[in-house]
């Protein structure tokens, strides 16, 4: 699949996630808006604001999470644990949503709390956004739009690479890095015990910044129902922890090549498969096996040394 089929995908992820989630979520499924909750805490990024953005942020509610829509200052949100409880470990977290929206519930706070439960301090990530229609009627047409295959023209050659066309998201990863590093002594973080983890366009995200953020390195990176196209594999790839549902209608279709590319390199990659959980499933609590992928994630983590005070 190429970067433009991924990126048509996670558009399609901003309406179907909370469908695929399960039948009590798909009763909630009315984009609503909401007043921009208060977010304590969160520190403005350097990285500016989005070039040519003309509509300012705003904030809804769908399949019981909160959703962030035309970011254009992206922010990052310290979540830490219990400083008796502190393993030194932290983790990036970047919501999904298709680049048009963030889950910022589901797939951001709800994750740092339970990481902070572990010890590992959390850092959600609320990254530049593509720019969609104000109203929220017209923002739903074009999303109707896109999937009636409106917005599928041609791309020039080149136009598919993630350094240039994820830029500003990637340059916002980039900041959240070095801010942490900046102060890992404050936040009681080791600077070599820094992941990320991202969830549907958060994954790809992770994956692009994983390779094309430069300075970033993260020490470890989780791609949560992302696409797990075949990319080249660097020999100094960091170790990847991966899960998705064999229902996802966006990516369980499109064969494990990231996976075994990750194992041709002979780097460290761990995948659950999970029969059932569709797409987004996040931290909803669901009767499926997916519901049990952060525990999973928890224990690799435990693993790798990470929830290990000190390690």
């Given amino acids: 699949m190429t970067m433009q089929g991924i990126r048509r995908a996670l558009g399609a992820a901003v309406v179907t996630a909370g469908l ?9 499924d009315k984009m609503t808006p909401i007043a921009t909750p208060a977010q304590p805490g969160a520190i403005v990024l350097d990285t ?18 909160q959703f962030a829509r035309n970011v254009t200052v992206a922010t990052l949100t310290p979540f830490l644990p219990d400083p008796a409880r502190a393993t030194g470990a932290a983790v990036i977290v970047a919501p999904g949503g298709g680049f048009r929206t963030l889950s910022m519930s589901n797939e951001g706070w709800d994750v740092a709390k339970a990481l902070n439960a572990r010890g590992v301090a959390a850092f959600v990530l609320k990254y530049r956004l593509n720019q969609t229609p104000a109203d929220m009627a017209a923002f739903e047409r074009s999303m109707a739009e896109m999937f009636s295959g409106a917005a599928k023209a041609p791309r020039p050659p080149g136009q598919d690479d993630p350094a240039r066309t994820l830029a500003p998201q990637i340059a916002d990863a980039r900041a959240a890095f070095a801010l942490v590093r900046a102060r890992a002594r404050e936040w009681h973080v080791a600077p070599d015990r820094i992941g990320m983890a991202g969830f549907s366009a958060g994954a790809m995200l992770t994956m692009a910044t994983a390779l094309h953020g430069q300075d970033a390195k993260p020490a470890f990176i989780a791609n949560i129902y992302g696409p797990l196209a075949a990319m080249k594999v660097p020999a100094d790839a960091p170790p990847m922890f991966v899960a998705l549902a064999a229902d996802d209608p966006l990516f369980a279709k499109g064969g494990f090549g990231l996976v075994e590319g990750w194992r041709a390199a002979g780097r460290p990659v761990e995948f659950h498969l999970y029969e059932q959980g569709g797409h987004g499933f996040g931290m ?15 224990r690799w983590l435990e693993m790798h040394g990470y929830l290990k005070q000190g390690g």
């Fill in 20 to 28: 695929c989630a399960g039948p009590a979520l798909a009763q909630n």
């Fill in 48 to 65: 500016g604001p989005l070039p040519g953005a003309t509509v300012q942020e705003s904030w809804h509610t769908q399949y019981g999470s």
């Fill in 284 to 298: 909803y609590p669901k009767t499926t096996t997916s519901t049990g992928w952060f525990d999973a994630f928890a």
